[in-house]
C-alpha cells in the first residue's frame, strides 16, 4: 500500500446517500478509521453527464488524497458507473467503486437468471451494471429501471407508509411479472426503503445490498494488500466533510449511517 495501514479509507458521495456504504465499512471493518466527503452543494450526480461527474469524482479525490488515505471507495454509483476508469488511472491509491462488488452478489444469489437493477437516471442509463452482469455471465437476463422519486422519500424520512409504497408498486410492477428472482438496490438510498421494496417484490425476490457487498470487497483487497488496520490500533477516527452548510447532512445523515453525526466541515471544491 502507498499509505500506511494505519491511514484512513476515504470515502465519496453527492450527499448523504453515501453514508450507507460507510455504515456497512464500519461494521465489517471495526478498526479501520474514515474519511467521507459528501458533495452536497452539487447534488445529484444522478442526473447530471458523465463528462461532469468524472470531474467532480476527480476533484473529491484529490480532496481525499490529501487527508493521507489508504483506499477510494466511490459510494456514489452514478460516479462508479462512468467516472471509476478516470479515478483509477489518476489515483495512486486502490479504487474501489459499488457496482462490481453489486453486480457479483448479485449473480451469487440468482438461481434462474433474472436480475433486475433500480437506481437513478444516470446509473441506469449507463448501462454498467447491466454491463457488468451480462458480461460476468450472458445468460443473465438483467432487466434496470430509474426510480428517482425514492431519494427524495429516503432523505426525508419517508421510508414506511403508503406514500412509498404507491410509489414502489408503480416502479416494480414490471420485476415482479418478469421471472426476475435478485432485485440490485443501485442507489445508496435504497436500502433505507428495503422494507416496502421487499413487500412489493415478494419473499421470492432477492435483495441485494451493493453497501455490503462494496464492504466486503473492501476487507478483502486490503487484507489481500497487508493494508488492514490493527485491532490494537485504538478508538478509530471518523471525519465528516460537506461542500455545503453542515446541518442538513448531520441531520439527515444521521438516519442513514444510524448513528449520531457529530459534526461536520464544510469545504470549498469550487474549480
Not at 90 to 109: D, E, N, S
Not at 176 to 198: E, F, Q, S
Not at 239 to 268: K, N, S, W
Request: aromatic share 6%; charged share 20%; net charge negative.
Amino acid at each position: 500500500m502507498r499509505q500506511g495501514s494505519h491511514s484512513p479509507i476515504g470515502v465519496f458521495d453527492s450527499g448523504v446517500g453515501g453514508l450507507t456504504v460507510l455504515k456497512a465499512l464500519m461494521a465489517r471493518l471495526p478498526h479501520e478509521s474514515t474519511v467521507y466527503l459528501g458533495d452536497t452543494a452539487r447534488v445529484p450526480y444522478g442526473t447530471k453527464s458523465g463528462e461532469v461527474v468524472t470531474r467532480y469524482s476527480l476533484k473529491n479525490a484529490e480532496f481525499l488524497l490529501e487527508r493521507g488515505i489508504k483506499l477510494l471507495v466511490v459510494a456514489c454509483n452514478t460516479a462508479s458507473a462512468v467516472a471509476l476508469p478516470a479515478l483509477e488511472a489518476a489515483l495512486p491509491v486502490p479504487v474501489v467503486g459499488v457496482i462490481l462488488p453489486g453486480a457479483r452478489a448479485a449473480l451469487a444469489r440468482t438461481q434462474g437468471g433474472g436480475v433486475g437493477i433500480i437506481g437513478t437516471p444516470g446509473t441506469i442509463r449507463s448501462g454498467a451494471y447491466q454491463r457488468a452482469l451480462e458480461s460476468a455471465d450472458p445468460r443473465v437476463r438483467a432487466k434496470a429501471r430509474a426510480c428517482p422519486l425514492f431519494v427524495p422519500l429516503a432523505e426525508e424520512g419517508w421510508t414506511t407508509g403508503d406514500v412509498p409504497l404507491l410509489v414502489a408498486r408503480d416502479y416494480l410492477a414490471e420485476f415482479t411479472r418478469d421471472g426476475v428472482d435478485t432485485l440490485v438496490l443501485g442507489c445508496t438510498h435504497y436500502p433505507l426503503l428495503k422494507g416496502v421494496i421487499a413487500e412489493v417484490v415478494g419473499p421470492q425476490v432477492a435483495l441485494v445490498d451493493s453497501a455490503e457487498a462494496t464492504a466486503d470487497a473492501v476487507a478483502a483487497l486490503l487484507s489481500e494488500r497487508d493494508g488492514l488496520a490493527p485491532a490494537s490500533r485504538g478508538t478509530p477516527e471518523h471525519a465528516y466533510y460537506v461542500t455545503d452548510v453542515p446541518e442538513r447532512f448531520i441531520e439527515v445523515g444521521a438516519r442513514f449511517l444510524g448513528r449520531p453525526i457529530t459534526a461536520a466541515e464544510q469545504v470549498d471544491l469550487t474549480f
